[in-house]
C-alpha cells in the first residue's frame, strides 16, 4: 500500500457556518478517519457554536480536534457601520487555537463580534486582535482575507505591509495561506501572496475552505446558499461557488494540487502539532459569577429562597384547596428537602438561583417567560423560587391519595421514583 500523504485540513466550515455549508461533523469526523487524517480544524464562520460537539466526536474517534474560526475583521473600526456591502465592510481571517489561553481569547473575540462589531456579519477590529492574540495561529484565510484582497488589486505594497503587521502581532505564528481551487484569480492571487512571503519570511500553508465533504455536493451546496439569499436556482443572478473544489479533499489530492510547494503541506502538519488544546469538559461545570452574600454558600442560599418561596405557594395552595390534608402538605417538605439534598450533591445550586434571577427579573418586567423544559421543569425547588409556575405534586398526589397509598413515604416514593 502506498504512503500516504501527511496533511491536515486547516480551513473547514461545518453546519455551523450557518447556510454556508454542507458539512455535517459527525460526516467530517468519519471522513478524515478514512483518509487518515491524524488531526483536523473547524473555522466557521464568525462563531465556534460546533466547537464542543466538534472536540468530543473527533476525541472519540482518536482524531485530534483544533479549534478555530474564521473571523471577519472590519476594515477600521468595529464599530463603523459606513460601508454598502459586506465585502466593504469586512475581511476574512483564520484564527486556531494552540492551548487553552488562545481558546479563552478566541472566545472573547467571537463573543465581542457579535457583542459590539455586528454588522451584515460579526466583526472584531484590529485593536480587538491585539489585545487578544495570545494562544492564537493565525492564517491569512481566503481571498477575501486583507492580503490577498490587496494582492488581487495590486496594492502590493499595501499587502506587504498588511503581512508585515501580522507577522509582528502573531510572532511565529502567522502562514500566508494559499488555496488551489481553480479560480482564475486565485492563481494570481497565489503568486503574489508568495511574493510575499519570500520578502518577509514568512511560512506558507496549503488548506482548501471546505464547505462541503464530497464534490459531488457542490449542488447541493448552491442549493443552501440560494436559501441564504432568498432565490431559487431558477433565478438567474443567485449566489454560487465558481468551482466544484470546495470539497473535503483527501491528503493525497492535496498533496498533487500544492505539488509545486510541498512545505505548504508540510507546514499543516506543523501547525497541527503546535495546536494542543485540551478541554476540562468532564473536570467540573462552568457558571457565570455569581456571589453569595459573605455569610452563605450558594447551598445556603438557595434552601432559603426554597423554603420562602415554598410557604408563599403553600399559601396559595391551601386558598385553592380548602380539604388539604396534613400528609398532602407535608409531602411538598419532603419533596423539596429531596431535591435540595440532589441539586447540593451535583453541585447546581448557583445554577438555580442564577435561573431564577434572570427568570424574575423578566417577570417583573412583563416579559413573557416559558413554562420551562427538560427535567427541571417538574422540579418542585424550581415551582418554589419561581423559574417555572407549574406545581409538579399536585396531580401526582391527587393520584397517590386517591389510590389509597395512606403513609408520607409510600406518596413521596411514587412522586421522585
Avoid at 14 to 31: F, G
Avoid at 68 to 85: I, Q
Wanted: net charge negative; charged share 25%.
Amino acid at each position: 500500500m502506498a504512503n500516504i500523504p501527511k496533511f491536515v485540513h486547516l480551513h473547514m466550515h461545518s453546519q455551523y457556518s450557518l447556510l454556508d455549508s454542507t458539512i455535517r461533523i459527525e460526516d467530517l469526523v468519519a471522513k478524515a478517519k478514512q483518509c487518515q487524517m491524524p488531526a483536523i480544524a473547524i473555522t466557521d464562520h464568525g462563531n465556534m457554536f460546533g466547537a464542543v460537539e466538534f472536540y468530543l466526536k473527533c476525541k472519540k474517534s482518536d482524531i485530534k480536534p483544533i479549534i478555530g474560526c474564521e473571523v471577519y475583521l472590519a476594515p477600521d473600526s468595529r464599530f463603523s457601520k459606513d460601508f454598502k456591502e459586506l465585502s466593504e465592510a469586512a475581511y476574512h481571517l483564520i484564527l486556531l487555537c494552540e492551548n487553552m489561553e488562545g481558546y479563552k481569547n478566541l472566545s472573547y473575540l467571537t463573543s465581542a463580534g457579535y457583542k459590539e462589531g455586528f454588522y451584515y456579519r460579526p466583526r472584531i477590529d484590529r485593536e480587538l486582535l491585539a489585545q487578544h492574540s495570545e494562544g492564537l495561529i493565525a492564517l491569512s484565510a481566503c481571498l477575501e482575507g486583507e492580503v490577498a484582497m490587496q494582492c488581487a488589486s495590486g496594492r502590493m505594497e499595501e499587502a506587504l505591509e498588511t503581512a508585515r503587521w501580522y507577522s509582528k502581532l502573531f510572532p511565529d505564528r502567522y502562514y500566508i495561506e494559499l488555496q488551489e481551487n481553480t479560480q482564475p484569480e486565485q492563481n494570481t492571487v497565489n503568486q503574489r501572496l508568495m511574493e510575499i512571503a519570500r520578502e518577509l519570511n514568512l511560512p506558507l500553508v496549503a488548506t482548501n475552505d471546505c464547505h462541503y465533504l464530497n464534490r459531488e455536493d457542490a449542488n447541493t451546496h448552491e442549493v443552501l446558499l440560494c436559501i441564504q439569499i432568498g432565490k431559487t436556482m431558477a433565478d438567474p443572478p443567485h449566489m454560487r461557488f465558481s468551482a466544484d473544489e470546495f470539497y473535503v479533499k483527501t491528503p493525497e489530492e492535496m498533496a498533487v494540487a500544492f505539488a509545486y510547494v510541498p512545505e505548504a503541506i508540510s507546514n499543516t502538519i506543523a501547525i497541527a502539532e503546535r495546536c494542543n488544546l485540551e478541554l476540562p469538559l468532564e473536570k467540573e461545570c462552568y457558571f457565570p459569577k455569581f456571589e453569595p452574600p459573605a455569610d452563605k454558600t450558594h447551598d445556603d442560599m438557595l434552601e432559603e429562597q426554597a423554603m420562602v418561596g415554598l410557604a408563599e405557594r403553600l399559601t396559595t395552595i391551601r386558598q385553592k384547596n380548602p380539604g388539604m390534608i396534613i400528609e398532602q402538605e407535608q409531602a411538598y417538605h419532603d419533596r423539596l428537602l429531596f431535591e435540595l439534598d440532589c441539586i447540593h450533591h451535583m453541585k447546581f445550586a448557583v445554577y438555580f438561583l442564577i435561573v431564577a434571577d434572570f427568570t424574575n427579573w423578566a417577570k417583573q418586567q412583563d416579559i413573557t417567560v416559558g413554562p420551562g423544559r427538560g427535567s427541571t421543569a417538574g422540579s418542585l425547588v424550581a415551582y418554589a423560587i419561581r423559574i417555572t409556575d407549574l406545581d409538579p405534586l399536585r396531580f401526582a398526589l391527587t393520584i397517590c391519595f386517591l389510590s389509597g397509598l395512606s403513609t408520607r413515604n409510600e406518596s413521596i416514593d411514587l412522586i421522585s421514583g
